[in-house]
C-alpha cells in the first residue's frame, strides 16, 4: 500500500483567548561593526498571514534565522503557544514546528528530488536502510499538492529554478523524523523565482495550511503580493521593529514611507535620451578604485551613437537559436519572455560562461569569441548573474575581496597583490552602493539584497562598459530598486550599455529604450519604449501575435 504523506497537517486555529503562537520580544544581534537588530518584538497568530516587510537589511532575515535557530540571539525572549522557548540550534526549531524557506535555496545539487526533501528524515527500513519505494511515494505526494510534476528521482542539477523552489517548500512542509508536522512557517522571497501560475498554486497552498491554523510569516518586496494574501504587517527599518497594522488600514504608500522613511514618487526614474548622433559616449571607462557613482570620474564628451554589441545568429544547441540584436551606447536593451525562453541562456553566452554551436558576437566592430569569462571581462562585459549565491558570490570571502577578484591582475604588482588594495578597491563601491557591511565582512553574513550590491561593486570597480544584469532587483526592496534604477541612468549617461533581463513587466517597460521578447529560445518580437505594453509583451512571451 502506497504510503500518503498530509504536507498540511493541522494544528487547529487559534481561538478568542488563546496566546499567540509566537512571541518574539526585544530581540536584539549584532555581528563585527554591525547591529543587526536592536530591540525588536514579532507577534504571530494561528493561522494568520504576517507580512514582515523592510529594506535590505533591515533584519527580515537575521530575525527569521534566529527563529528557525541558525543564529543565536545575543538578547531578548522567544515564547511559542505560550512557553518559554530555547531555541539554539534548527533542531529545536525543528522540534517545536518552526519551517523555514530561505530566499537563498538550500538544497544539495548533486542529490534527487525526493532525497532533499527528506534529507535528514528520510523513511527507513530494517538496518536503518532507506526505504526508497515510500521516500519517492512520499515526495511525490508532497509535490503533487504543491501543483508540481516533478519526478522525485531527478537530480536537483536537472530542474529549472522554479522547480528548486518548489522542492525547497515541499521540503519545509515534510514531517520532521519526530513527526512534528509545521505549524510555524517562515517564507522568505518564496514567488521570487515563479511564474505567475505557479505563484496562484502557492497562494493557494498557503490559504489550506492556514483554514488548518498553521501560522505563517511571510517576507517579500513585491507590494502586490502583501494585500493579496496577508492580514497584519511588520514593519522593519536599521535593525528596529517600526509598526505593526492591519493591512486593511493600511496603503501601499504609507508601507513605502515607514519601510524608507522617505517618499518615493517615482518607481522607474528612467531618463531616456533619442537614439541619434549626440549621445553620450563613453569614452575613458572606469578606472579600478574609481566609483562609476562620482560625478566627476569622467568628463562627458558628444559622440556620434556608438554600436558597443552586435550579436548575429547566435545558437545553443538545446537553448537558444538565431539570436540576433545590438546595444548602443547609453541604450538599456531590456529582454522578456517566460520561464525557459532562453533569456539567461543568453546572457551566459555573452559573458562566457557557455560556449555557442553557431553565430559570432561583435563588439566595437571587431569579432570576438569567447573561450572563458576571463575573456568576456578583458573585452570589458560585466555579468549580474540570475542566482547570485552560485554564479556572482564566493559566501565564505570578505566583502572587498569578491568586489576585486575580476581585477586581481590589475591590482597586482609582480604577481603579488599589496596590502590593503582590495579594501581600497571596495570602499568607494561600498559607500556609493550603500551596502550595509564593511569592506573586511564576510558575503555570507548580508542580507540578500546587500549582497547584490556587491556584484555590482564588483563590475562598477572595473572598467566594464556592457553590462548584464540578469534579475538585478530580484530580492530587493523598493528603496533600494531605486537606487539600482538611478545607477543605471548614470551608467547610461557615462555612454555604458545595459542588457536588462527581467520578469517584472512594469520593470522592464518603466527603464527599457527597447524590449526584445524571447519565446522557446528565440526573438519572437521587438519593441520601442514608446510603443510597448504589458499586453503587447505578454503576448509575445507567449508566442501569440504581438
Known amino acids: 500500500m502506497t504510503a500518503v504523506v498530509d504536507p498540511i497537517g493541522s494544528v487547529g486555529p487559534g481561538g478568542p483567548g488563546q496566546p499567540p503562537v509566537l512571541e518574539m520580544r526585544g530581540i536584539r544581534k549584532a555581528f563585527p561593526g554591525v547591529i543587526a537588530l536592536d530591540g525588536v518584538d514579532l507577534t504571530l497568530t494561528a493561522g494568520e498571514v504576517h507580512i514582515l516587510l523592510g529594506e535590505n537589511g533591515a533584519g527580515k532575515s537575521t530575525l527569521m534565522k534566529i527563529l528557525s535557530g541558525a543564529y543565536r540571539r545575543d538578547a531578548g525572549e522567544i515564547r511559542v503557544r505560550g512557553r518559554e522557548a530555547a531555541i539554539d540550534s534548527p533542531a529545536d526549531a525543528l522540534a517545536l514546528g518552526i519551517r523555514v524557506i530561505y530566499q537563498e535555496l538550500n538544497l544539495v545539487p548533486h542529490l534527487s528530488a525526493a532525497e532533499n526533501i527528506f534529507l535528514g528524515a528520510a523513511p527507513t527500513r530494517g538496518f536503518g536502510l532507506i526505504d526508497w519505494k515510500r521516500l519517492h511515494a512520499q515526495a511525490r505526494t508532497l509535490l503533487a499538492d504543491l ?129 541619434k548622433r549626440g549621445l553620450p559616449h563613453f569614452s575613458s571607462g572606469i578606472r579600478p578604485g574609481e566609483s562609476a557613482l562620482t560625478d566627476s570620474r569622467q568628463e562627458m564628451g558628444q559622440a556620434p551613437f556608438q554600436e558597443l554589441l552586435r550579436v548575429e545568429n547566435i545558437g545553443r544547441r538545446g537553448a537558444v537559436s538565431d539570436i540576433t540584436f545590438s546595444l548602443h551606447a547609453g541604450e538599456i536593451l531590456g529582454i522578456a519572455g517566460l520561464l525557459g525562453a532562453g533569456r539567461s541562456e543568453v546572457a551566459r553566452i555573452l559573458a562566457g560562461a557557455d560556449q555557442p554551436d553557431a553565430g559570432r558576437i561583435v563588439i566595437d566592430g571587431q569579432p570576438v569569441r569567447f573561450r572563458t569569462p576571463a575573456d568576456a571581462i578583458r573585452r570589458r562585459i560585466g555579468l549580474l548573474p540570475e542566482d547570485r549565491k552560485a554564479d556572482g558570490l564566493v559566501a565564505g570571502l570578505t566583502v572587498a575581496r569578491n568586489i576585486a577578484l575580476p581585477h586581481a591582475r590589475t591590482l597586482a604588482r609582480f604577481g603579488v597583490l599589496p596590502r590593503g588594495c582590495e579594501t581600497r578597491l571596495a570602499e568607494p563601491q561600498v559607500s556609493d552602493l550603500r551596502i550595509k557591511a564593511t569592506p573586511v565582512q564576510q558575503v555570507r553574513l548580508l542580507s540578500g539584497g546587500n549582497q547584490q550590491k556587491v556584484v555590482l561593486g564588483k563590475w562598477l570597480a572595473g572598467d566594464a562598459r556592457i553590462f548584464i544584469f540578469d534579475e538585478p532587483t530580484r530580492g530587493v526592496d523598493v528603496g533600494a530598486k531605486v537606487e539600482i534604477y538611478n545607477l543605471m541612468n548614470r551608467l547610461t549617461d557615462a555612454g555604458a550599455g545595459i542588457i536588462m533581463i527581467s520578469s517584472e513587466l512594469p520593470e522592464l517597460l518603466g527603464m527599457s529604450d527597447r524590449i526584445l521578447v524571447m519565446h522557446r529560445g528565440r526573438i519572437h518580437a521587438e519593441f520601442d519604449a514608446a510603443e510597448a505594453t504589458q499586453e503587447r509583451v505578454l503576448s509575445a512571451a507567449l508566442g501569440l501575435a504581438s
Open 147 to 275: 501543483g508540481m510534476a516533478i519526478e522525485p528521482g531527478t537530480p536537483l542539477d536537472r530542474l529549472s529554478l522554479a522547480e528548486r523552489q518548489m522542492v525547497e517548500i515541499a521540503k519545509a512542509l515534510a514531517p520532521s523524523r519526530s513527526g512534528e508536522s509545521a505549524s510555524i512557517l517562515v517564507m522568505d522571497e518564496p514567488t521570487s523565482a515563479l511564474t505567475a501560475r505557479e505563484v496562484d498554486q502557492l497562494f493557494a497552498l498557503i490559504a489550506r495550511l492556514t483554514a488548518r491554523g498553521v501560522a505563517i510569516v511571510y517576507i517579500t518586496h513585491r507590494l502586490d503580493e502583501v494585500y493579496r494574501i496577508g492580514q497584519r504587517v511588520s514593519v522593519l527599518r536599521d535593525g528596529r521593529h517600526v509598526s505593526t497594522l492591519p493591512l486593511a488600514d493600511t496603503t501601499v504608500g504609507e508601507l513605502v514611507r515607514l519601510m524608507a522613511n522617505r517618499e518615493i514618487a517615482d518607481h522607474f526614474p528612467r531618463r531616456r535620451q533619442e537614439m
